[in-house]
């Protein structure tokens, strides 16, 4: 009688191929893992930009002055004798994972006259000395580098040049708000020790009184982001969180695997 089974060499050939689809299937499901981590990160970090931006917008109401660092109660816009003008978010963009958040305020009488620029130049907009908030990069990934388009001669010192258009490196954004409305205008700005809020504060007032689309939503910036914790530097994803022309914060949206060799609104160097 005819016995049915498995030789050896078939059982060997089985467990081989099986073995062999368990690898393949366990280092896609890691590299799925990684990339959804990834993603999660850029995205979270997209949504706390929004929602930063949306909140000045809304004016929010901070209820405790030291909340803010105002003498007086801070509450909505024209309402005390301290505005809550919007938020400063700074991070190092050079490696590093966290961004911190500083409300900026004012303490008025002052003109509000002019245009939109003016009205919060004249403002003397002040970086709070309380409340500080910090948001990480989550699952390892950090900045790579930040940039705003410029607009200016790329014979000019501060600037650099890539595919014809001069831009200029970033490590602060200042979403401040109109003391007369809800306009919002962005600034970039670049201090030499984003952890110091007196020289953030020092360089938020340069570009304040500068006044022009140099430091505005006239133009366009981007913050890209990698991650080398889970990949190689050569192999590293990178996306590019972009902050363009406009107002509201779907403005703030997010490009994943830009170019590495061309920089433009929607790309990272």
Not at 55 to 68: D, K, L, T
């Amino acid at each position: 009688m005819k016995r049915d089974g498995f030789t050896i060499i078939e059982v060997i050939i089985f467990l081989a191929i099986s073995g062999l689809m368990l690898t393949v299937a366990m280092v896609g499901s890691g590299s799925l893992a990684r990339q959804a981590r990834f993603s999660d990160s850029v995205n979270t970090f997209q949504s706390t930009l929004q929602r930063e931006y949306e909140e000045v917008v809304n004016g929010v109401n901070i209820r405790q002055s030291s909340e803010v660092g105002c003498g007086g109660s801070a509450r909505q816009t024209g309402t005390d004798d301290c505005i809550l003008l919007g938020k400063v978010i700074s991070f190092n963009h050079d490696g590093g994972t966290d961004a911190v958040v500083r409300y900026v305020t004012d303490q008025p009488p002052y003109t509000a006259t002019g245009t939109i620029l003016e009205q919060i130049n004249a403002a003397n907009p002040k970086l709070s000395s309380s409340n500080a908030q910090t948001h990480q990069l989550s699952w390892g990934a950090s900045f790579q580098t930040a940039s705003r388009l410029t607009g200016v001669s790329p014979s000019d010192s501060g600037a650099l040049v890539k595919q014809g258009s001069s831009y200029a490196l970033v490590n602060n954004i200042a979403f401040l708000r109109s003391p007369n409305s809800s306009q919002i205008i962005t600034y970039y700005f670049y201090a030499d020790d984003p952890t110091d809020p007196a020289d953030v504060e020092l360089n938020l007032r340069q570009a304040v009184s500068s006044a022009n689309t140099t430091f505005t939503t006239g133009t366009q910036a981007n913050i890209c982001i990698r991650n080398i914790e889970d990949w190689s530097v050569a192999s590293s994803p990178v996306a590019a969180i972009r902050l363009g022309v406009g107002q509201g914060s779907v403005s703030i949206d997010t490009k994943y695997e830009p170019s590495r060799n061309v920089l433009s609104a929607a790309e990272c160097n």
